[in-house]
């Protein structure tokens, strides 16, 4: 149980397009779901917050209008890098909380974006 | 702020070796301690957890003790197989819901 999916797991653009990632519960209800961004060697680096029906909290320095995140129901979110630049190119990943605590996160496996 | 630092990898190690991935961090307050473990092409799991000073945290042969003297939770185990290598990462929660992560320790096993 507690699996989440990432889609798509790989994605390539052209710069000032943008992309759009989705993260789903497969088989539990996520009222709060998580977006991270990581680059190379080094840790998981929280971006937002992400509360269903409700607007998500961005962490320090994050630009929220560039990265929009929707949490439309209790087993999606969305993330879309708007107008993505090359220095956008990261490993997004997400988690979905199945309850209160921080250690009931359950993580999806992964999105690579590569902005051309 | 809240941090953790954990060993540069990536560690190479044959199997039935003993694993040693150190981790230490700075947090105010007294945070919860995790490792997590990465396996290729899945997400991160849980692997062991633990909430105050001195309790240890075990799963699978692995273990860590919450030192709150020496702000440190090294991951041990006894005897690695091939079937643990995968990147394993350290990280904190304190006060809040939020996860403070460490960089990754890439661990290889051959056999």
């Known amino acids: 149980g507690a699996v989440v999916s990432q889609h798509p797991s790989r994605v390539i653009c052209k710069s000032g397009t943008s992309v759009k990632i989705e993260c789903r519960s497969l088989?539990?209800?996520?009222?709060?779901m998580f977006w991270y961004r990581q680059f190379p060697k080094q840790s998981l680096m929280l971006m937002a917050t992400?509360?269903?029906?409700?607007?998500?909290?961005?962490e320090q320095g994050v630009e929220k209008d560039k990265f929009l995140i929707n949490h439309a129901s209790l087993t999606l979110s969305t993330l879309t890098v708007t107008s993505a630049h090359p220095e956008d190119s990261s490993f997004y990943i997400c988690s979905a909380r199945a309850g209160l605590a921080a250690d009931t996160q359950y993580f999806g496996p992964g999105t690579r974006l590569t902005v051309l | 702020g809240n941090s953790v630092t954990q060993m540069e990898g990536p560690v190479t190690l044959s199997e039935e070796a003993f694993l040693t991935i150190n981790c230490t961090y700075t947090?105010?307050?007294?945070?919860?301690l995790f490792w997590y473990v990465q396996y290729p092409g899945e997400g991160l799991q849980l692997l062991l957890k633990a909430t105050k000073a001195d309790d240890k945290g075990s799963n699978k042969g692995f273990e860590a003790t919450y030192r709150k003297e020496t702000t440190s939770f090294h991951l041990e185990k006894g005897s690695v197989q091939v079937s643990d290598s995968a990147v394993y990462f350290c990280a904190l929660s304190a006060g809040g819901n939020k996860l403070v992560f460490g960089a990754g320790t890439i661990l290889r096993v051959k056999s």
């Open positions: 992400s509360n269903e029906g409700s607007k998500a909290t961005y």
């Open positions: 947090a105010t307050g007294y945070p919860s």
């Open positions: 088989d539990f209800q996520a009222t709060t």
